[in-house]
């Protein structure tokens, strides 16, 4: 009897230290008992801190078509961005930044297809190593996408003003909905903050059409490596080739 008492205790303990109750489910975080700004402010916290995750975003207007995947690993990230017909692929390892362009990126994002058509050809299938700040990624709409590998991309579309929203499952887990107070329609800003384990941002819907959905967190991921030297360009090297 005391073996089975021992054993009730030890049990008893695995689930208060593991925060999961006995099938295996995360326990509940308490999130939604808070303001909702306190909510979102822990949300983000909790997705700085995970040592790896993955986000989709997509927008399936026709006239302005976005799909968006990264896998970011710590600091480092690697991912692909389509906007209607133009791809690229993007990388960030430690201070580096790099993207590796379709043929079709480089006529959307330069007006003279002579020009256009030389970079994609000098360029070839390297990555294009280039500068975190520079005027290029900010015309393709790549620059804010890094950003989710420094864990600050969603500072930028915190709503001023929020309110809590109804509960529900989000890809199967249990969230709380985070609302624009000033916008609480379907065009507004929701924010569906997981109930369960650590309150992470499950999906961030910026409304109209467009919705990022969070996943993978803390899963054991490839490394993100640097390419070797030979498929690297800079792109003022690949700016010059004209």
């Not at 989710?148 to 909905?177: C, D, H, W, Y």
């Not at 609480?184 to 961030?204: C, D, F, L, N």
Request: glycine content about 8%; overall charge neutral.
């Amino acid at each position: 009897m005391r073996i089975l008492t021992r054993m009730a205790v030890v049990a008893a303990s695995m689930v208060v230290l593991t925060g999961c109750t006995g099938d295996g489910a995360q326990a509940e975080n308490h999130i939604a008992d808070l303001p909702a700004a306190t909510v979102v402010e822990k949300s983000l916290a909790a997705l700085k801190a995970v040592p790896s995750y993955r986000v989709g975003i997509h927008r399936d207007k026709a006239e302005s078509r976005l799909s968006i995947t990264v896998a970011v690993v710590g600091t480092n990230l690697r991912g692909t961005v389509a906007r209607g017909e133009a791809s690229s692929e993007i990388l960030k390892v430690g201070a580096n930044y790099y993207f590796r362009p379709d043929e079709a990126f480089w006529r959307t994002v330069i007006d003279e297809p002579k020009r256009a058509d030389a970079y994609a050809a000098f360029a070839g299938d390297r990555w294009i190593r280039v500068e975190k700040d520079h005027n290029l990624l900010k015309t393709a709409g790549l620059d804010g996408v890094y950003l989710f590998a420094e864990r600050n991309a969603l500072n930028g579309v915190i709503p001023a003003q929020m309110s809590l929203g109804e509960r529900k499952e989000v890809g199967g887990v249990p969230t709380v909905t985070v609302l624009d107070s000033r916008n609480s329609t379907p065009s507004g800003t929701r924010i569906s903050v997981a109930t369960t384990g650590e309150p992470y941002p499950v999906r961030w819907d910026f409304g109209l059409g467009t919705v990022a959905d969070f996943t993978g967190f803390g899963t054991t991921s490839d490394p993100i490596d640097e390419p070797v030297p030979a498929d690297i360009v800079a792109l003022q090297t690949v700016l010059r080739s004209k």
